[in-house]
């Protein structure tokens, strides 16, 4: 990649939806681990606190839990895809093992993947460049 | 369907530790000697047969999880102030993993919220099998495991 190349490109800024605060350190660890071009990294403890960041802030990718309180992952999916701007973020569900009737209704819904977990960072890497495309660049 | 075993739940728990926090944790035979104060999680779960999974471990058990999950010496503050939600994380995998590998993918499954609570004593209570793992410093980590009966046939 050119010098220029480099230059036009973006950190990817990054919410992460978890009612645990230890997973969102954990997460957060493995985002900064997976060889990504990261700007900031924001952290709500569930789908109604997900949703008022996406109001405030630029966000490139969700990374969400399913099971929390007060909104679950489902419904903050449900509801970002019923919303013209949010619509577009893609969201990642990262969340413990489910059944496969589960996974599905969550693609249905507007969730543009899922990973299991634990996960290893290259395994959320690769995904996020699938996603993201050339926007999700991995450092050289 | 045949009721879970040991086994299983060492299978499930060891290998949730081994890829959520790097521990390499070998089950043990005989029922720990549990001494305040212990730490304790609860999660329920609806599938085929519904029940409830509960893991507990002393508050070094569940510090040494918090560490490594976290990738921080067990002596940083912060793993002590993380270590309940540690041990609440881990069984929220335990109880995915759990579910999908007894009752299958094919089937609907619902997880709870996990909750924790700090006990003064080890109580009785009804399960259907449970499991005990050594962490590497020591320290138990048990996994119990109170299924609903099946439904009898009609």
């Known amino acids: 990649m050119s010098a220029a190349g480099a230059e036009e490109k973006v950190a990817l800024e990054v919410l992460i939806v978890d009612d645990s605060s230890v997973t969102r350190k954990m997460v957060r660890r493995a985002v900064g681990l997976c060889g990504l071009e990261i700007g900031s990294v924001l952290e709500a403890a569930n789908g109604e606190e997900a949703l008022a960041q996406l109001r405030q802030h630029r966000v490139d990718l969700v990374l969400a839990d399913i099971n929390m309180p007060v909104m679950n992952g489902m419904q903050m999916v449900e509801r970002m895809s019923q919303d013209p701007v949010l619509s577009k973020i893609p969201v990642v569900i990262v969340a413990t093992p489910m059944s496969e009737q589960r996974v599905e209704r969550l693609l249905d819904l507007g969730a543009r993947a899922y990973l299991p977990k634990p996960f290893r960072p290259e395994a959320l890497r690769d995904l996020v460049m699938e996603i993201l495309g050339d926007r999700g660049t991995a450092h050289a | ?154």
């Open chain 2, 1 to 154: 369907m045949l009721d879970p075993t040991p086994e299983l739940l060492a299978d499930v728990l060891g290998t949730v530790l081994q890829d959520s926090a790097f521990i390499f944790a070998e089950p043990v035979e005989e029922a720990p000697e549990w001494t305040p104060p212990i730490y304790s999680a609860e999660i329920a779960f609806e599938s085929v047969r519904g029940g409830v999974l509960r893991l507990s471990t002393r508050p070094r058990g569940a510090v040494e999880v918090a560490a490594n999950m976290l990738g921080i010496d067990p002596a940083d503050p912060e793993a002590e102030s993380q270590s309940r939600s540690a041990l609440a994380e881990v069984l929220n995998v335990v109880g995915g993993a759990f579910v999908t590998r007894f009752f299958g993918t094919k089937v609907p499954s619902q997880l709870g919220l996990p909750h924790t609570e700090v006990l003064d004593s080890m109580p009785e209570r009804r399960r259907t099998c449970v499991a005990t793992l050594q962490l590497e410093s020591g320290d138990p980590v048990m996994l119990e495991l109170d299924l609903e009966p099946a439904a009898g046939p009609a």
